[in-house]
């Protein structure tokens, strides 16, 4: 929990450090986290959610492919200005976290919760970074 969470917080910072260092930083920060927040929209769509209550019920209910596909629209044309070509790194890095944590978060909870989609935003923002990291 904290200790992951302390982990994925430094790591996201000396991203953005080296970033910056190459005048990436603002960029590659609003492009991951343009996509970071789509990553959740997939699986909202395709989890059901495994609680009675709790405030990530209201995120999930009514979520359609086309709310999903037109997030992904407006993320990926965030990422595009941002990062230019990087975008598509970033892009497949914020589906990549969405499809494994999907296929985990259907085995171990049999769905989804807001916690869950959380820890999918702040996971997506990481691998997003590292790519934009990765091809800057």
């Known amino acids: 929990g904290v200790a992951a969470l302390v982990l994925v917080l430094v790591l ?5 450090a080296e970033l910056g260092a190459r005048d990436l930083a603002l960029v590659s920060f609003a492009a991951a986290g343009a996509l ?20 990530g019920r209201s995120l999930t209910t009514g979520i359609s492919l086309a709310a999903v596909l037109l997030g992904l629209v ?20 914020a589906a990549a976290v969405a499809v494994v ?5 259907r085995g171990s909870l049999g769905g ?3 916690d869950a989609l959380g820890a999918a935003v702040a996971l997506a923002q990481t691998a997003c970074l ?3 990291y990765a091809v800057a």
């Open 130 to 132: 590292i790519a934009a």
């Open 101 to 105: 944590l999907g296929l985990f978060y």
């Open 74 to 93: 407006v993320a990926a044309g965030i990422a595009a200005v941002m990062l230019s070509t990087g975008a598509a790194a970033a892009l497949g890095a």
């Open 36 to 55: 970071s927040r789509w990553s959740a929209l997939p699986l909202a769509f395709a989890l059901p959610y495994v609680r009675d209550d709790g405030q």
């Open 12 to 16: 996201e910072i000396s991203l953005l």
């Open 112 to 114: 989804i919760t807001g």
